[in-house]
RNA sequence: GGAGGGGUCGCAUAGUGGCCUAGUGCACCCGCCUGCUAAGCGGGAGGGCCGGAAGGCUCACGCGGGUUCGAAUCCCGCUCCCUCCGCCA
């Protein structure tokens, strides 16, 4: 969530952001006029409850000097000014829930950087690396992966439906063993050469850590949701490593931290309702193997670039090649500043992004603290 | 799910209706003093609102309600931690 702070001194800085991603600034001027009126209810209970304090001293003083009626009096006086309080407490508490729900709604700033462009067509490619095989150099007929997949038992498609419907799978021998190995072979990765440090998260969290990681209530329709207890399963690492740290202080010095964690991924993918998607793509449960840090948000640009990097490592410890892409305004995330994504190559079908992305939202730069971060994925369901 | 204990400033603690404008110690920051270090002395250090500033006001004792002119303190609900019991995979 935005600081209203910032939104209130620096109204243009939103405006130009909402604008680079095709949004309407409408909401800047209804912030801003929701903040004021916030404000004003805020002066006139304050300079009521002082009021009722300087009453409150009377009544103790008149008690003291023995006056009875004085003090009646002035309790009765009381009384009044407590209900007018109570009344404009209200008042505040509705015009501050106004705001606060309208500010979750925000996307955040862009960095100065990011390239202007309407969707995903506008992104540029930062640079490339390894020749992706065409087709015929295999010198025999390819099978599309939902059909190698199969064949070889690394997926069971049909009694993953079963068991849980659409959008699931049931990984056989091939592929549970894969994915582990996967999992386990990214994580010692991350751990050993990058300087992470393990994590094993909740994969249920409560709203207000979903709230904290920008996923609510804006993508309330593609979360899972308990109703019984208001918990919500995670649609990626990042919400519960963001987590972590929510309303800590951190102490100079020990930036950056960073973290990596396994996690299986939860997600409704209401987009994909009626696209064609096949075998290991858009499932509603994957598994991810996450980065994140957290740094000084001047060095949050370069700790981007290290993260891709890093993420890097893993497509060329697989021997895959891929680009690196410069997500333009119009096609970075709600939460994000700035967003890089990765496109490992596929053998003989289009190039395609894989859920791998960096993120590096700015926040509240109120002066006492900032939050400050460079995320994110690399993502196990690899192109086939 | 039940019973009991606990949650006060970064840490440790004091505080049983108005003298709490939340004190003290440690740690921290700025000065002073000082061969060095330590100690000592003085000051500072939360959020919000108003204000150009000086400053003023207000909020903050796990969270939310209530009682009262007035609540860290009394009452109710919730939450988290600890101890025990029950239930369950």
């Known amino acids: 969530m935005l600081s209203i702070e910032a939104v209130r001194h620096e109204p243009d800085v939103l405006r130009r952001s909402l604008q680079a991603r095709r949004e309407d600034v409408a909401v800047v001027e209804e912030l801003v006029r929701l903040d004021g ?41 009381g009384r009044e000014l407590g209900e007018r309080v109570k009344r404009l407490e209200a008042a505040e508490r509705e015009a501050s829930a106004q705001l606060r729900a309208l500010l979750l709604t925000v996307p955040n700033i862009l960095a100065g950087d990011v390239p202007d462009g309407a969707d995903e067509s506008a992104n540029t490619v930062a640079r490339a690396e390894g020749e992706p095989r065409s087709a015929e150099s295999y010198g025999f007929g390819l099978k599309p992966h939902w059909e190698l997949s199969e064949d070889l038992g690394i997926t069971d498609l049909e009694r993953g439906s079963k068991v849980a419907g659409r959008m699931f799978t049931v990984l056989g021998e091939a592929g549970a063993r894969l994915q582990r190995a996967l999992i386990a072979w990214m994580l010692d990765m991350h751990r050993k050469s990058h300087g992470y440090a393990e994590r094993a998260v909740p994969y249920l969290v409560l709203r207000e850590t979903m709230e904290g990681s920008g996923n609510l209530p804006k993508f309330a329709d593609n979360l899972y949701h308990d109703d019984e207890d208001d918990l919500w399963l995670i649609p990626t690492a990042e919400v519960p490593l963001t987590g972590l740290h929510r309303d ?80 333009c305004s119009g096609d970075i995330g709600f939460q994000f500043v700035q967003s890089r994504g990765r ?33 994110r994925c690399v993502g196990s369901d690899w192109p086939c």
């Open 37 to 77: 009126e916030r404000r004003a209810l805020v002066a006139e209970v304050e300079g009521l409850r002082a009021e009722a304090k300087r009453n409150s001293k009377a009544v103790g003083e008149a008690m003291k000097a023995g006056d009875a009626a004085a003090a009646d009096g002035q309790r009765a006086a």
């Open 248 to 327: 800590e202080i951190i102490a100079p010095g020990t930036l950056p931290l960073r973290y990596v964690a396994h996690t299986p991924c939860f997600r409704r993918e209401k987009a994909a309702a009626g696209t064609q998607v096949r075998g290991l793509k858009r499932l509603h449960q994957f598994d991810k193997v996450e980065m994140y840090q957290l740094v000084e948000p001047e060095r949050s640009v370069a700790v981007l670039e290290e993260i891709v990097e890093h993420a890097s490592d893993v497509a060329r410890g697989l021997g895959l090649p891929f680009r690196i892409l410069e997500l």
């Open 343 to 375: 496109v490992a190559s596929g053998i003989h079908r289009r190039q395609r992004k894989v859920p791998i992305r960096q993120g590096k939202p700015v926040r509240s730069v109120s002066d006492k603290r900032s939050c400050f971060r460079s995320s």
